[in-house]
């Protein structure tokens, strides 16, 4: 199930929440729709790896458990807060790189993966709620650099 909230005129946020589900496609497909195309797909990969965390790490896939996320653009820039009801993520903590692979990137392995790709996709990464909600922000202007993902 999921419940959609779209923005009131004199509050520019809107809300969307469902129960814990890996089955993501019309949810990003929401959260996407008013972005510029040319970004959608870079921040398609972003916003999955942020819902996929929140719903498995997070809420550990328990249909009773809910994620919530709230959205909004506002001056070139696209915020997205998604909150889970789980115990909360350690974000001081980080997952050691033992070695860098052959391409000279850093090897992550299961560990820092999700982590990584939050920090390469989104302008703004931060946790607030004792690690349940994660706050992502991307600014898109002129200047903004070309996607990653085409």
Same mark, same amino acid.
């Given at each position: 199930?999921?419940?959609?909230?779209?923005?009131?005129?004199?509050?520019?946020?809107?809300?969307?929440? *469902?129960? %814990?589900?890996?089955?993501?496609?019309?949810?990003?497909?929401?959260?996407?729709?008013?972005?510029?195309?040319?970004?959608?797909?870079?921040? #398609?990969?972003?916003?999955? /790896?942020?819902?996929?965390?929140? =719903? &498995? @790490?997070?809420?550990?896939?328990?249909?009773? &458990?809910?994620?919530?996320?709230?959205?909004?653009?506002?001056? !070139?820039?696209?915020?997205?807060?998604?909150? $889970?009801?789980?115990?909360? *993520?350690? *974000?001081?903590? #980080?997952?050691? =790189?033992?070695?860098? $692979? /052959? #391409?000279?990137?850093? $090897?992550?392995?299961?560990?820092?993966? !999700?982590?990584?790709?939050? @920090?390469?996709? *989104? $302008?703004?990464? @931060?946790?607030?709620?004792? !690690?349940?909600?994660? @706050?992502?922000?991307?600014?898109?202007?002129?200047?903004? #650099?070309?996607?990653?993902? %085409?």
């Amino acid at each position: 199930m999921v419940a959609l909230s779209p923005p009131p005129l004199e509050h520019r946020w809107g809300s969307l929440s *469902f129960v %814990s589900t890996l089955y993501l496609c019309p949810i990003l497909d929401c959260l996407l729709s008013n972005v510029p195309r040319r970004w959608r797909a870079e921040l #398609r990969l972003g916003l999955q /790896e942020a819902l996929v965390n929140a =719903v &498995k @790490h997070g809420n550990r896939l328990d249909p009773n &458990k809910v994620i919530a996320v709230r959205y909004t653009a506002i001056a !070139g820039k696209y915020w997205w807060v998604i909150a $889970d009801e789980g115990n909360g *993520f350690d *974000f001081t903590h #980080r997952c050691q =790189v033992p070695c860098i $692979d /052959e #391409r000279g990137y850093p $090897d992550l392995g299961d560990c820092g993966r !999700g982590l990584h790709i939050l @920090h390469q996709i *989104f $302008d703004e990464v @931060h946790w607030a709620n004792d !690690g349940r909600e994660l @706050h992502l922000c991307k600014q898109m202007s002129r200047w903004s #650099r070309l996607p990653l993902v %085409s």
